[in-house]
Protein backbone atom coordinates (compact mmCIF):
# COMPACT_ATOMS: atom_id res chain seq x y z
CA UNK A 1 0.00 0.00 0.00
CA UNK A 2 1.77 3.51 -0.96
CA UNK A 3 2.20 6.06 1.69
CA UNK A 4 -0.67 7.82 0.55
CA UNK A 5 -2.98 5.51 2.20
CA UNK A 6 -1.12 4.66 5.08
CA UNK A 7 -1.68 8.37 5.95
CA UNK A 8 -4.90 9.22 5.27
CA UNK A 9 -6.32 6.39 7.21
CA UNK A 10 -4.21 7.43 10.24
CA UNK A 11 -6.21 10.84 9.44
CA UNK A 12 -8.89 9.10 8.91
CA UNK A 13 -9.10 7.19 12.32
CA UNK A 14 -8.15 10.17 14.28
CA UNK A 15 -11.58 11.25 13.45
CA UNK A 16 -13.00 8.36 13.48
CA UNK A 17 -14.31 8.40 10.37
CA UNK A 18 -14.80 5.06 8.85
CA UNK A 19 -12.78 5.04 5.81
CA UNK A 20 -13.93 1.14 4.37
CA UNK A 21 -17.36 1.67 4.38
CA UNK A 22 -17.33 5.33 3.30
CA UNK A 23 -14.73 5.51 1.13
CA UNK A 24 -14.94 2.76 -0.93
CA UNK A 25 -14.62 4.28 -4.64
CA UNK A 26 -16.70 3.93 -7.73
CA UNK A 27 -15.45 5.63 -10.31
CA UNK A 28 -16.52 5.57 -12.72
CA UNK A 29 -17.22 7.23 -15.92
CA UNK A 30 -19.75 4.46 -16.71
CA UNK A 31 -21.11 6.00 -19.79
CA UNK A 32 -19.51 9.11 -21.84
CA UNK A 33 -22.25 11.78 -20.18
CA UNK A 34 -23.87 12.43 -23.84
CA UNK A 35 -24.93 8.59 -23.81
CA UNK A 36 -27.99 7.79 -21.25
CA UNK A 37 -28.98 4.28 -21.98
CA UNK A 38 -31.51 2.92 -20.20
CA UNK A 39 -31.59 5.99 -17.61
CA UNK A 40 -35.07 7.02 -16.43
CA UNK A 41 -36.55 10.37 -16.23
CA UNK A 42 -38.74 12.26 -14.50
CA UNK A 43 -40.05 16.15 -14.07
CA UNK A 44 -38.75 17.50 -11.11
CA UNK A 45 -39.67 21.41 -11.85
CA UNK A 46 -41.91 22.77 -14.37
CA UNK A 47 -38.50 24.40 -15.39
CA UNK A 48 -36.82 21.31 -16.04
CA UNK A 49 -38.31 18.55 -17.86
CA UNK A 50 -35.44 16.57 -18.67
CA UNK A 51 -33.42 15.77 -15.49
CA UNK A 52 -32.50 12.01 -15.40
CA UNK A 53 -32.42 9.72 -12.54
CA UNK A 54 -28.73 9.03 -11.78
CA UNK A 55 -27.60 5.32 -12.40
CA UNK A 56 -27.70 2.83 -10.37
CA UNK A 57 -24.42 1.39 -10.04
CA UNK A 58 -24.15 -1.87 -7.76
CA UNK A 59 -20.72 -1.64 -5.12
CA UNK A 60 -18.84 -4.56 -5.87
CA UNK A 61 -21.97 -6.04 -7.18
CA UNK A 62 -25.20 -6.86 -5.23
CA UNK A 63 -23.14 -6.88 -2.06
CA UNK A 64 -25.98 -6.11 0.38
CA UNK A 65 -27.09 -9.84 -0.68
CA UNK A 66 -24.43 -11.66 -2.11
CA UNK A 67 -20.36 -12.39 -1.27
CA UNK A 68 -19.02 -8.50 -2.33
CA UNK A 69 -17.16 -8.85 -5.50
CA UNK A 70 -18.14 -12.07 -6.91
CA UNK A 71 -19.50 -13.39 -10.28
CA UNK A 72 -22.46 -14.05 -8.44
CA UNK A 73 -22.95 -10.62 -6.78
CA UNK A 74 -22.48 -8.53 -10.03
CA UNK A 75 -25.09 -10.75 -12.09
CA UNK A 76 -28.06 -10.51 -9.32
CA UNK A 77 -27.30 -6.74 -9.71
CA UNK A 78 -28.21 -6.61 -13.05
CA UNK A 79 -30.97 -8.77 -12.30
CA UNK A 80 -32.82 -6.58 -9.60
CA UNK A 81 -32.31 -3.68 -11.79
CA UNK A 82 -28.77 -2.14 -11.87
CA UNK A 83 -27.18 0.16 -14.92
CA UNK A 84 -23.70 -0.21 -13.67
CA UNK A 85 -20.98 -2.38 -11.76
CA UNK A 86 -18.26 -1.36 -9.93
CA UNK A 87 -15.67 -3.62 -9.49
CA UNK A 88 -11.84 -3.37 -7.65
CA UNK A 89 -9.09 -4.92 -9.23
CA UNK A 90 -5.63 -5.98 -8.17
CA UNK A 91 -2.71 -7.75 -9.92
CA UNK A 92 -1.85 -11.75 -9.27
CA UNK A 93 1.75 -12.81 -9.40
CA UNK A 94 1.59 -14.41 -12.59
CA UNK A 95 -0.17 -11.19 -13.99
CA UNK A 96 -3.78 -12.00 -13.76
CA UNK A 97 -6.17 -9.31 -13.37
CA UNK A 98 -8.50 -10.29 -10.50
CA UNK A 99 -11.20 -8.66 -8.86
CA UNK A 100 -10.86 -7.95 -5.25
CA UNK A 101 -11.20 -5.21 -3.12
CA UNK A 102 -8.77 -5.87 -0.63
CA UNK A 103 -4.73 -6.27 -1.47
CA UNK A 104 -5.11 -9.42 1.33
CA UNK A 105 -7.15 -12.49 1.01
CA UNK A 106 -7.73 -12.07 5.10
CA UNK A 107 -10.97 -10.43 5.17
CA UNK A 108 -12.69 -12.09 2.32
CA UNK A 109 -11.32 -15.53 1.94
CA UNK A 110 -9.75 -16.19 5.34
CA UNK A 111 -6.35 -16.29 4.14
CA UNK A 112 -2.93 -14.25 5.48
CA UNK A 113 -2.01 -13.76 1.91
CA UNK A 114 -1.57 -10.90 -0.19
CA UNK A 115 -2.87 -11.12 -3.83
CA UNK A 116 0.08 -10.08 -5.30
CA UNK A 117 2.10 -13.42 -3.92
CA UNK A 118 -0.63 -15.89 -4.98
CA UNK A 119 -0.50 -17.64 -8.31
CA UNK A 120 -3.89 -17.57 -10.25
CA UNK A 121 -3.67 -21.48 -9.74
CA UNK A 122 -4.00 -20.79 -5.92
CA UNK A 123 -6.79 -17.94 -6.27
CA UNK A 124 -8.86 -19.55 -8.55
CA UNK A 125 -9.40 -22.54 -5.43
CA UNK A 126 -10.55 -20.26 -2.75
CA UNK A 127 -14.12 -19.53 -1.31
CA UNK A 128 -15.69 -16.53 0.19
CA UNK A 129 -15.93 -16.72 3.85
CA UNK A 130 -19.54 -15.31 3.39
CA UNK A 131 -22.20 -17.53 1.99
CA UNK A 132 -23.14 -18.67 -0.22
CA UNK A 133 -19.29 -19.59 -0.76
CA UNK A 134 -17.95 -18.29 -3.93
CA UNK A 135 -14.93 -17.82 -6.17
CA UNK A 136 -12.62 -15.09 -6.86
CA UNK A 137 -13.34 -14.37 -10.26
CA UNK A 138 -11.23 -12.91 -12.98
CA UNK A 139 -11.83 -9.31 -14.92
CA UNK A 140 -12.00 -11.77 -17.81
CA UNK A 141 -14.95 -13.77 -16.31
CA UNK A 142 -16.81 -10.50 -15.65
CA UNK A 143 -16.29 -8.94 -19.19
CA UNK A 144 -17.28 -12.24 -20.73
CA UNK A 145 -20.48 -12.00 -19.07
CA UNK A 146 -20.98 -8.20 -19.63
CA UNK A 147 -20.28 -9.30 -23.91
CA UNK A 148 -23.51 -10.82 -24.00
CA UNK A 149 -25.90 -9.56 -25.76
CA UNK A 150 -28.54 -9.24 -22.97
CA UNK A 151 -26.08 -7.00 -20.91
CA UNK A 152 -24.56 -4.54 -23.91
CA UNK A 153 -26.48 -1.99 -21.32
CA UNK A 154 -24.31 -2.39 -18.23
CA UNK A 155 -21.75 -0.38 -17.64
CA UNK A 156 -18.60 -1.25 -15.85
CA UNK A 157 -16.38 1.44 -13.53
CA UNK A 158 -12.80 -0.45 -12.53
CA UNK A 159 -11.81 0.75 -8.85
CA UNK A 160 -7.99 0.85 -9.96
CA UNK A 161 -6.13 0.93 -6.18
CA UNK A 162 -3.15 2.77 -5.04
CA UNK A 163 -1.20 -0.73 -4.39
CA UNK A 164 -1.12 -1.12 -8.31
CA UNK A 165 2.29 -0.56 -9.92
CA UNK A 166 0.77 2.14 -12.44
CA UNK A 167 2.65 1.23 -15.69
CA UNK A 168 2.01 -2.41 -15.10
CA UNK A 169 -1.96 -2.57 -13.92
CA UNK A 170 -2.88 -0.31 -17.31
CA UNK A 171 -0.84 -3.05 -19.75
CA UNK A 172 -2.32 -5.66 -17.98
CA UNK A 173 -6.23 -4.05 -18.19
CA UNK A 174 -5.21 -3.48 -21.95
CA UNK A 175 -4.41 -7.06 -22.54
CA UNK A 176 -7.37 -8.22 -20.61
CA UNK A 177 -10.12 -5.78 -22.51
CA UNK A 178 -8.69 -6.31 -25.82
CA UNK A 179 -8.85 -10.40 -25.32
CA UNK A 180 -12.52 -9.89 -25.09
CA UNK A 181 -14.48 -8.86 -27.50
CA UNK A 182 -17.07 -6.39 -26.84
CA UNK A 183 -20.76 -6.41 -28.20
CA UNK A 184 -20.50 -4.71 -31.86
CA UNK A 185 -22.93 -1.82 -30.99
CA UNK A 186 -21.61 -0.77 -27.53
CA UNK A 187 -16.86 -0.91 -27.55
CA UNK A 188 -15.52 -1.61 -23.98
CA UNK A 189 -14.20 2.27 -24.34
CA UNK A 190 -18.06 3.60 -24.11
CA UNK A 191 -18.93 1.05 -21.35
CA UNK A 192 -15.47 0.68 -18.99
CA UNK A 193 -14.38 3.33 -17.00
CA UNK A 194 -10.96 3.56 -15.65
CA UNK A 195 -10.94 4.86 -11.56
CA UNK A 196 -7.90 6.10 -10.07
CA UNK A 197 -7.08 7.33 -7.13
CA UNK A 198 -3.81 9.77 -8.06
CA UNK A 199 -2.22 11.27 -11.34
CA UNK A 200 0.38 9.36 -11.55
CA UNK A 201 -2.24 6.67 -13.09
CA UNK A 202 -3.03 8.76 -16.59
CA UNK A 203 0.09 8.86 -18.30
CA UNK A 204 0.32 4.77 -18.41
CA UNK A 205 -3.54 5.22 -18.96
CA UNK A 206 -3.44 7.34 -22.13
CA UNK A 207 -0.25 5.00 -23.26
CA UNK A 208 -2.53 1.41 -22.96
CA UNK A 209 -6.12 2.71 -22.98
CA UNK A 210 -6.14 6.29 -24.58
CA UNK A 211 -10.17 6.10 -25.44
CA UNK A 212 -11.23 4.96 -22.15
CA UNK A 213 -12.06 7.66 -20.25
CA UNK A 214 -10.70 7.67 -16.70
CA UNK A 215 -12.28 8.80 -13.56
CA UNK A 216 -10.83 10.41 -10.72
CA UNK A 217 -11.93 8.60 -7.03
CA UNK A 218 -11.51 10.67 -4.08
CA UNK A 219 -13.10 12.03 -0.53
CA UNK A 220 -11.34 15.40 -0.90
CA UNK A 221 -12.69 18.17 -2.50
CA UNK A 222 -9.19 20.48 -2.80
CA UNK A 223 -7.51 16.92 -4.33
CA UNK A 224 -10.57 16.72 -6.91
CA UNK A 225 -10.19 20.47 -8.22
CA UNK A 226 -7.09 19.72 -9.52
CA UNK A 227 -8.70 17.98 -12.33
CA UNK A 228 -11.51 20.03 -13.20
CA UNK A 229 -9.89 21.40 -16.30
CA UNK A 230 -8.54 18.30 -17.58
CA UNK A 231 -10.90 16.90 -20.93
CA UNK A 232 -12.08 14.36 -21.21
CA UNK A 233 -12.08 12.86 -17.21
CA UNK A 234 -14.95 12.06 -14.65
CA UNK A 235 -15.34 12.51 -11.01
CA UNK A 236 -16.43 9.54 -8.47
CA UNK A 237 -16.83 11.39 -4.87
CA UNK A 238 -17.12 10.30 -1.33
CA UNK A 239 -21.12 12.22 -1.05
CA UNK A 240 -20.94 12.99 2.67
CA UNK A 241 -18.33 15.34 1.10
CA UNK A 242 -20.00 17.20 -1.26
CA UNK A 243 -23.01 17.29 1.46
CA UNK A 244 -20.83 20.27 2.97
CA UNK A 245 -22.87 23.23 2.64
CA UNK A 246 -20.13 25.54 2.04
CA UNK A 247 -17.39 23.94 -0.50
CA UNK A 248 -19.68 21.11 -1.50
CA UNK A 249 -22.45 23.28 -3.08
CA UNK A 250 -19.36 25.73 -4.93
CA UNK A 251 -17.73 22.48 -5.96
CA UNK A 252 -21.34 21.09 -7.82
CA UNK A 253 -21.32 24.12 -9.45
CA UNK A 254 -17.97 23.93 -10.93
CA UNK A 255 -18.34 20.77 -12.24
CA UNK A 256 -21.95 21.09 -13.86
CA UNK A 257 -20.58 24.56 -15.31
CA UNK A 258 -17.53 22.13 -16.80
CA UNK A 259 -19.95 19.08 -18.18
CA UNK A 260 -17.90 16.59 -16.25
CA UNK A 261 -19.61 13.92 -15.01
CA UNK A 262 -19.68 13.31 -11.45
CA UNK A 263 -20.35 10.27 -9.23
CA UNK A 264 -21.26 9.76 -5.74
CA UNK A 265 -20.50 6.76 -3.58
CA UNK A 266 -21.04 4.91 -0.96
CA UNK A 267 -25.01 5.66 -0.92
CA UNK A 268 -27.24 3.24 1.24
CA UNK A 269 -29.58 5.41 3.15
CA UNK A 270 -32.66 6.62 1.80
CA UNK A 271 -32.70 10.17 2.11
CA UNK A 272 -29.33 10.39 1.30
CA UNK A 273 -30.29 8.25 -2.28
CA UNK A 274 -33.11 11.38 -2.41
CA UNK A 275 -30.37 13.53 -1.93
CA UNK A 276 -28.52 12.43 -4.83
CA UNK A 277 -31.66 11.78 -7.04
CA UNK A 278 -32.26 15.78 -6.11
CA UNK A 279 -28.76 16.85 -7.89
CA UNK A 280 -29.80 15.13 -11.08
CA UNK A 281 -28.60 17.73 -12.94
CA UNK A 282 -25.06 17.36 -11.84
CA UNK A 283 -25.01 13.53 -10.78
CA UNK A 284 -24.84 11.00 -13.20
CA UNK A 285 -24.48 7.81 -10.85
CA UNK A 286 -25.00 6.61 -7.42
CA UNK A 287 -23.06 3.83 -6.20
CA UNK A 288 -24.46 2.08 -3.74
CA UNK A 289 -24.49 -1.48 -1.94
CA UNK A 290 -28.35 -2.41 -2.23
CA UNK A 291 -29.72 -1.73 -5.89
CA UNK A 292 -32.93 -2.34 -5.22
CA UNK A 293 -33.60 0.21 -2.44
CA UNK A 294 -32.22 3.09 -4.99
CA UNK A 295 -34.32 1.46 -7.92
CA UNK A 296 -37.34 1.81 -5.43
CA UNK A 297 -36.52 5.35 -4.11
CA UNK A 298 -36.03 6.43 -7.74
CA UNK A 299 -39.36 4.70 -8.60
CA UNK A 300 -40.93 6.56 -5.71
CA UNK A 301 -39.61 9.73 -7.13
CA UNK A 302 -41.22 8.97 -10.54
CA UNK A 303 -44.53 8.28 -8.85
CA UNK A 304 -44.94 11.42 -7.00
CA UNK A 305 -43.76 10.02 -3.70
CA UNK A 306 -41.74 11.43 -0.99
CA UNK A 307 -42.61 15.33 -0.94
CA UNK A 308 -43.97 17.87 -3.41
CA UNK A 309 -40.64 17.57 -6.45
CA UNK A 310 -42.68 19.82 -8.19
CA UNK A 311 -41.59 22.49 -5.41
CA UNK A 312 -38.53 20.51 -4.77
CA UNK A 313 -39.64 18.92 -1.66
CA UNK A 314 -38.98 15.63 -0.33
CA UNK A 315 -41.16 16.29 2.26
CA UNK A 316 -40.55 20.27 2.25
CA UNK A 317 -42.34 21.96 5.55
CA UNK A 318 -44.07 25.22 3.54
CA UNK A 319 -45.56 27.09 6.41
CA UNK A 320 -41.50 27.65 7.58
CA UNK A 321 -40.24 30.91 6.05
CA UNK A 322 -37.56 30.04 2.61
CA UNK A 323 -34.49 30.78 3.96
CA UNK A 324 -35.19 28.00 7.05
CA UNK A 325 -34.80 25.39 4.17
CA UNK A 326 -31.03 24.34 4.59
CA UNK A 327 -30.18 21.25 2.69
CA UNK A 328 -30.01 19.63 5.92
CA UNK A 329 -34.00 20.07 6.63
CA UNK A 330 -34.86 19.38 3.27
CA UNK A 331 -33.37 15.71 2.86
CA UNK A 332 -33.93 14.99 7.17
CA UNK A 333 -30.36 14.19 7.85
CA UNK A 334 -30.33 12.26 11.12
CA UNK A 335 -28.22 13.69 13.78
CA UNK A 336 -25.54 11.10 13.43
CA UNK A 337 -25.66 11.54 9.73
CA UNK A 338 -24.80 15.09 10.51
CA UNK A 339 -22.25 14.39 12.41
CA UNK A 340 -20.44 12.82 9.75
CA UNK A 341 -20.90 15.30 7.02
CA UNK A 342 -18.92 17.59 9.34
CA UNK A 343 -15.97 14.93 10.00
CA UNK A 344 -15.97 14.34 6.31
CA UNK A 345 -15.31 18.06 5.62
CA UNK A 346 -12.38 17.56 8.22
CA UNK A 347 -10.81 14.19 7.11
CA UNK A 348 -11.17 15.47 2.82
CA UNK A 349 -9.35 18.58 3.91
CA UNK A 350 -6.42 17.13 5.75
CA UNK A 351 -6.57 13.99 3.20
CA UNK A 352 -6.29 16.72 0.37
CA UNK A 353 -3.49 18.76 2.00
CA UNK A 354 -1.79 15.38 2.32
CA UNK A 355 -2.39 14.20 -1.27
CA UNK A 356 -1.27 17.86 -2.84
CA UNK A 357 2.66 17.03 -1.00
CA UNK A 358 2.57 14.08 -1.70
CA UNK A 359 1.68 13.71 -5.64
CA UNK A 360 3.02 17.41 -6.18
CA UNK A 361 5.21 16.50 -8.91
CA UNK A 362 2.90 14.22 -10.75
CA UNK A 363 -0.21 17.17 -10.24
CA UNK A 364 2.75 19.90 -11.31
CA UNK A 365 3.10 17.69 -14.68
CA UNK A 366 -0.28 17.89 -15.61
CA UNK A 367 -0.56 21.66 -15.21
CA UNK A 368 3.08 21.76 -17.69
CA UNK A 369 0.21 21.09 -20.35
CA UNK A 370 1.39 17.79 -22.64
CA UNK A 371 1.13 14.87 -21.23
CA UNK A 372 2.13 12.17 -24.15
CA UNK A 373 3.53 14.00 -27.58
CA UNK A 374 4.39 11.35 -30.82
CA UNK A 375 5.92 13.97 -33.25
CA UNK A 376 6.65 12.71 -36.97
CA UNK A 377 8.08 15.53 -39.04
CA UNK A 378 5.91 17.56 -40.58
CA UNK A 379 8.67 18.39 -43.29
CA UNK A 380 7.52 15.64 -45.47
CA UNK A 381 3.64 17.35 -46.33
CA UNK A 382 5.82 20.80 -46.44
CA UNK A 383 8.21 19.04 -49.47
CA UNK A 384 5.04 17.58 -51.28
CA UNK A 385 5.86 13.88 -49.89
CA UNK A 386 3.18 11.24 -49.47
CA UNK A 387 3.92 10.93 -45.88
CA UNK A 388 1.68 12.97 -43.88
CA UNK A 389 3.45 14.11 -40.52
CA UNK A 390 1.02 13.17 -37.15
CA UNK A 391 1.47 15.07 -34.10
CA UNK A 392 -0.73 13.43 -31.15
CA UNK A 393 -0.58 15.58 -27.47
CA UNK A 394 -2.75 15.27 -25.22
CA UNK A 395 -3.39 18.69 -23.53
CA UNK A 396 -4.41 16.80 -19.49
CA UNK A 397 -4.25 20.25 -18.56
CA UNK A 398 -6.59 23.15 -20.84
CA UNK A 399 -6.54 25.98 -18.73
CA UNK A 400 -4.00 27.15 -15.83
CA UNK A 401 -6.22 29.18 -13.74
CA UNK A 402 -7.42 27.65 -10.37
CA UNK A 403 -11.07 26.62 -9.37
Known amino acids: ?234 LSVNQKVLMNPLCGRRFLRHVQARGIPLFVWTVNEENLMRWAVRRCEVVQGVVTDDPVLFERVCRGIQDGEDGDVEGGGYGLNRSLPLHHHSENYIDKLTHSQCVMVVLAALVSALCGAVLLVLQYEDLRALKRGVRYVDRRSYDEEEKGGEGKEEVKMLMLYEDQDGV
Open 1 to 234: MGDETHIIENLANAFHFDLKSSVSPTTQPLLPKESHTHHRTYTPTRKDTSCRIPKNIAHRGYKAKFPENTLNAFIHAVDVGADGLEADIHISRDGVVVISHDASLKRCFGINKRIVDCDWSYLQSLRTLKSPHEPMPRLADLLSYLAEPDQAHISLMLDIKLSNDPETVMRSLSHTIHSIPPPASTPWDKRISLGVWAAKYLPPQQTHLPTFRPTIITYSLLYARQFLHIPHIS
